[in-house]
């Protein structure tokens, strides 16, 4: 970055010692990843100086033939990749989009069905902290004492309370979800069923998991995750929504699309569509099996029984600590997770029960099994030494062979 390097040696320095954090620890948060080189470099192009209100072909400003060739490319390759009738690439990230299908299609108070936060639902999915929660009524479902959704009450539910969409999807709940059993349910009360994949875009995209859009009647997602893009958001919807969907992210929500970040959304899909990434989707799968069981032979508690996707939820209280201190401590030897709820948690979000642990990060550094468990080892070693400066230092050395071994960017 010359020019940055030269005109602003502030930002410059600063961006320079993010890298070299990124770099040199270990990243299991399950809701970030590293993008590619050409992703960034679309993301940094030409196309963020252009203002494109409107779709490909019906633009409000002139001057938008090659945006218009540009968002064409990103959607047929979207829609290409997830086998979809229709895709939208213009929301700016996960929840615009998710608030773009409420307001598109509900009336203010319609009802929506959708998994409880403490069990893996998002946010958006009717926090009642969140905007949408207090325009529309939300019912919450939960899973099993074996950890599988609830479907049994996710009929009752259905039945009782007579939902416009029937919601799924999560941020940290570790399985695969039965896409059918929902479409089931929504169509034996007239509900829209919608998925929100944002945390495992990636695997769908790679046939690791199961893919909801063509079954559903509305799939949203982000675009950072697991599939390793630009961050942003993209809905698929069938074709007779299209309209619908369209309208209610321009000129509903947003105005002008950000076309950089469509750019590197472009590359992301194409990257996306490789031998190369399925490998990796798949690794992601077994690199999260390998910690799970790791960590559970350590002692760990691991909610909802196991792991199908890319995450691992564990409750560390176990071991005698809460999820803040286990963020702090292991972020202090270079491991970087985030605290999380546990289903009903008892204790609050600011310092919940449970930790959060994700691979898609450290699978496109390039860690297989191996450097899988030589990870969770380490985790396992510094929470149940708490203290031990010995332990600290060791895990601390442990972090930094592996980084040296597998820089983000070569």
Same mark, same amino acid.
């Given at each position: 970055? #010359?020019?940055?390097?030269?005109?602003?040696?502030?930002?410059?320095?600063?961006?320079?010692?993010?890298?070299?954090?990124?770099?040199?620890?270990?990243?299991?948060?399950?809701? +970030?990843?590293?993008?590619?080189?050409?992703?960034?470099?679309?993301?940094?192009?030409?196309?963020?100086?252009?203002?494109?209100?409107?779709? #490909?072909?019906?633009?409000?400003?002139?001057?938008?033939?090659?945006?218009?060739?540009?968002?064409?490319?990103?959607? +047929?390759?979207?829609?290409?990749?997830?086998?979809?009738?229709?895709?939208?690439?213009?929301?700016?990230?996960?929840?615009?989009?998710?608030?773009?299908?409420?307001? $598109?299609?509900?009336?203010?108070? @319609?009802?929506?069905?959708?998994?409880?936060?403490?069990?893996?639902?998002?946010?958006?999915?009717?926090?009642?902290?969140?905007?949408?929660?207090?325009?529309?009524?939300?019912?919450?479902?939960?899973? =099993? =004492?074996?950890?599988?959704?609830?479907?049994?009450?996710?009929?009752?539910?259905?039945? +009782?309370?007579?939902?416009?969409?029937?919601?799924?999807?999560?941020?940290?709940?570790?399985? @695969?979800?039965?896409?059918?059993?929902?479409?089931?349910?929504?169509?034996?009360?007239?509900?829209? =069923?919608?998925?929100?994949? $944002?945390?495992?875009?990636?695997?769908?995209?790679?046939?690791?998991?199961? !893919? #909801?859009? %063509?079954?559903? @009647?509305?799939? =949203?997602?982000?675009?950072?995750?697991?599939?390793?893009? %630009?961050?942003?958001?993209?809905?698929?919807?069938?074709? +007779?929504?299209?309209?619908?969907?369209?309208?209610?992210?321009? %000129?509903?929500?947003?105005?002008?699309?950000?076309?950089?970040?469509?750019?590197?959304?472009?590359?992301?899909?194409?990257?996306?569509?490789?031998?190369?990434?399925?490998?990796?989707?798949?690794?992601?799968?077994?690199?999260?099996?390998?910690?799970?069981?790791?960590?559970?032979? !350590?002692?760990?508690?691991?909610?909802?029984?196991?792991?199908?996707?890319?995450?691992?939820?564990?409750?560390?209280?176990?071991?005698?600590?809460? &999820?803040?201190?286990?963020? @702090?401590?292991?972020?202090?030897?270079?491991?970087?997770?985030?605290?999380?709820?546990?289903?009903?948690?008892?204790?609050?979000?600011?310092? %919940?029960?449970?930790?959060?642990?994700?691979?898609?990060?450290?699978?496109?550094?390039?860690?297989?099994?191996?450097?899988?468990?030589?990870?969770?080892?380490?985790?396992? &070693?510094?929470?149940?030494?708490?203290?031990?400066?010995?332990?600290?230092?060791?895990?601390?050395?442990?972090?930094?062979?592996?980084?040296?071994?597998?820089?983000?960017?070569?």
């Amino acid at each position: 970055m #010359p020019e940055l390097k030269e005109r602003d040696a502030e930002v410059f320095g600063i961006l320079k010692n993010e890298l070299k954090r990124q770099d040199t620890q270990i990243n299991l948060i399950a809701s +970030e990843n590293y993008a590619s080189k050409a992703v960034l470099e679309a993301l940094g192009s030409v196309a963020t100086n252009k203002y494109s209100e409107g779709y #490909p072909g019906n633009r409000y400003y002139g001057g938008n033939r090659f945006i218009d060739e540009l968002e064409s490319l990103a959607i +047929e390759r979207a829609k290409k990749l997830f086998k979809a009738e229709h895709a939208n690439v213009q929301p700016l990230s996960g929840a615009p989009a998710n608030l773009a299908v409420y307001s $598109a299609l509900l009336n203010p108070g @319609d009802v929506v069905l959708g998994m409880d936060l403490t069990h893996g639902g998002h946010l958006t999915h009717g926090h009642p902290v969140t905007l949408p929660a207090k325009i529309y009524k939300f019912v919450r479902y939960k899973t =099993t =004492t074996e950890g599988l959704i609830d479907f049994e009450e996710v009929e009752r539910l259905a039945k +009782e309370h007579k939902p416009k969409i029937i919601l799924c999807g999560y941020s940290s709940y570790s399985r @695969d979800l039965d896409y059918k059993r929902f479409k089931e349910i929504a169509d034996s009360v007239g509900a829209y =069923t919608m998925a929100d994949v $944002a945390h495992i875009a990636g695997m769908i995209a790679a046939g690791a998991m199961n !893919n #909801p859009v %063509p079954i559903f @009647d509305v799939v =949203t997602t982000t675009t950072h995750k697991s599939l390793r893009g %630009p961050r942003g958001g993209m809905i698929f919807c069938r074709e +007779e929504l299209q309209k619908q969907i369209d309208r209610a992210v321009f %000129p509903g929500l947003q105005g002008g699309p950000h076309q950089n970040n469509i750019a590197a959304l472009a590359v992301a899909l194409k990257e996306a569509s490789t031998e190369d990434f399925r490998e990796y989707a798949f690794q992601i799968l077994k690199n999260a099996k390998i910690i799970c069981k790791t960590l559970k032979g !350590n002692g760990f508690k691991i909610e909802f029984g196991t792991t199908e996707n890319h995450l691992v939820l564990t409750d560390v209280t176990c071991l005698g600590v809460g &999820g803040k201190q286990a963020q @702090d401590i292991l972020e202090s030897v270079g491991i970087i997770i985030n605290k999380n709820v546990i289903p009903d948690d008892r204790r609050g979000p600011q310092d %919940p029960s449970g930790i959060r642990i994700g691979t898609p990060a450290i699978t496109t550094r390039g860690f297989k099994e191996k450097e899988a468990e030589s990870v969770s080892e380490t985790i396992s &070693g510094v929470l149940k030494n708490v203290g031990d400066k010995n332990i600290l230092k060791e895990a601390g050395n442990t972090v930094k062979e592996l980084c040296s071994k597998f820089p983000i960017y070569k």
